[in-house]
């Protein structure tokens, strides 16, 4: 209170004197206003908000950047009597904000609204001839115009009001404000719903970046302008609370970038709908905990869950994050009442902000309601396949190749190509494994699991001398994880030596494949004649099919026991039935397989 008229008072007599001012200016020295109704931190933000306004039926809505980042929604241009006049009119029918202001334009920057108008600037105020200069045929030199710092604006509320205003939010709409005022980069304390001094400093900091009176007390309006700063990263999201009774689970969804594409139990799923590569999958099914333990493990095969990243698991519930170049996804399961439900957010990795933002609303509104997903709700249809899992394709490595048994230790023999450039190696998709020997001289590698197996057979490596045209077979997985044994591909052994005459090879007439390549080469009693090699184009020549190398038992034997692995070799000459070798074949034969993530 000043001299016992109210702040308010005095406002409202300020502005009536400045229209007073305005309306005895003569016509000609009046420049064009505009009417100010709103202003945007982002771009998106104040072209929807002037496509709204455009769209209720106002008039000369344009849209301009303002200085600080904002850009402004306003009427105009008029005169400063129409512009009064239509202020008056427009806020007492309630078709623009009650704080809703005139101003001159001199701050506008380039124009964004309509459309049309992107690439043209604000119109400059025409200058007023001085009748009293003299008129000469070249322009003078004019002094630069000092620039004047923008007008601090009326505050839509006295402090009281605002103070008042303030004590009516929740806990947690204060700590919303706190949140944006930390987003915004003036706030680093705890985010905890009380107003202390830091709080205050940063409110004030706030409004003194903004042009704002820095009170230390954020007006019902400045609240909104900043929340809706910190919002405008959601933008397009259109986060809905979706309810979905086939699965008993409620929760926000970004309904704006993906919509519900099928039911594939345990999976309700929403698919990209735009441009965005996001995905949504509600989870839903009966069970206990071994159930849910199988599906913790069943989930991390699935491509879009990424092998990097944190995850724990618990009696009653479990969290996935997994983390690659190409996506961020997040996974949360929890068991309740003999029902296992939750969720699944897929993002583009790089985007991590809106994904933040995104994920902390579901995680917020996530909720169980009555019913899980009837497992015969999905019909089997012509894109089934075995390598997906409810719909979702399951992750894969990039090669498959084989490997054998060694010794009692479950150490794997292999070929150094199984293994070059992967991040990780597993053994029978199920078992990690690390590279313990490498010899590239011979093309060989020795894999050590990380929990130690037990392998029913293991290698005796024949170091006696075959018989050329002796029958052969080759263990392996020609198709990868398609099978779950190896397959047994039989041939003869056409040389004891390589085409040059290589001592350390043998030559095998066989059609092998490419998956074969590490899979152990059995004489007719099971002893290992060697490895079977990848094909390789030496000098740009490429050889009959049937044509395959083997590396020579001895020389396994002699790099694996440099190496102080140990070995069993045979130099016994037998005969095993093809169904007996069989057998012996699958308790000896291992995939071996090559991850980058």
Known sequence: ?????????????????????????????????????????????????????????????????????????VIGPFT??????????????????????????????????????????????????????????????????????PPVEVPDETLAQAQASEQALSRDAKRDLQTALQWAGFYDSAIDGLYGRGTRRSMAAWQEANNLEPT???????????????????????????????????????????????????????????????????????????????????LQTLAIIPQDGPRERTNRGFE?????????????????????????????????????????????SFNTIDGVLDPAIAQPGEDQAIDLIAGLQVRKPIRDRSGFYINAAGEVLTSVEAVDQCTNVTLGLDHDATVVHRDDALGLAVLRPADRLAPPAVAAFQTGVPRLQAEIAVAGFPYGNVLTTPALTFGTLADIRGLNGEEDVKRLS????????????????????????????????TLPPEVSFALDAGQIVSSLTQAGLSVETTDTLAYMTPASLTLMAADMTVLVSCWTD
């Open 510 to 541: 066989i059609f092998a494949q490419e998956g074969d390549a590490g899979g152990p080469v059995y004489d007719n009693g099971g002893a290992v004649l060697g490895m079977l090699l990848p094909k390789t184009s030496t000098n740009g020549q």
């Open 216 to 298: 230390g007390v954020l007006t019902t309006q400045q609240r909104a302008t900043l929340l809706g700063a910190y919002n405008s990263i959601l933008d397009g999201m259109g986060l809905q609370l979706v309810r979905d009774d086939a699965t008993g689970i409620e929760m926000q969804i970004p309904t704006g970038v993906v919509a519900f594409a099928t039911y594939e139990p345990p999976f309700a799923r929403f698919d990209p709908s735009g441009d965005l590569e996001a995905q949504v999958l509600l989870i839903s099914q009966p069970g206990d905990q071994t159930r849910m333990f199988g599906l913790y493990e069943i």
């Open 1 to 73: 209170m000043f001299l016992g008229i109210s702040y308010s008072v005095m406002a409202r007599l300020f502005y009536a004197l400045i229209i007073s001012v305005f309306m005895a200016l003569p016509a000609a020295a009046q420049q064009s206003v505009w009417v100010q109704i709103e202003a945007q931190r982002t771009l998106t933000g104040a072209q929807n908000a002037a496509r709204g306004y455009a769209s209720s039926g106002l008039e000369s809505v344009a849209g301009f950047a303002l200085p600080g980042g904002w850009y402004g929604i």
């Open 320 to 364: 996935i994050e997994g983390i690659n170049d190409d996506i961020h996804s997040y996974t949360n399961v929890v068991l309740q009442d003999g029902q296992i439900k939750g969720y699944i957010l897929v993002w583009p990795a790089g985007d991590d902000e809106r994904r933040r933002r995104v994920l902390g609303l579901m995680q917020n």
């Open 80 to 149: 400063p009597n129409d512009a009064s006049s239509q202020l008056i009119s427009l806020r007492s029918a309630g078709a623009i904000p009650s704080d809703s202001y005139i101003v001159d334009g001199s701050r506008f920057r380039t124009q964004f609204w309509p459309v049309g108008g992107a690439t043209q600037e604000a119109p400059a105020p025409a200058p007023t001839p001085d009748p009293i200069a003299p008129q000469d045929t070249q322009t003078p030199a004019q002094p630069e115009e000092a620039v004047q710092p």
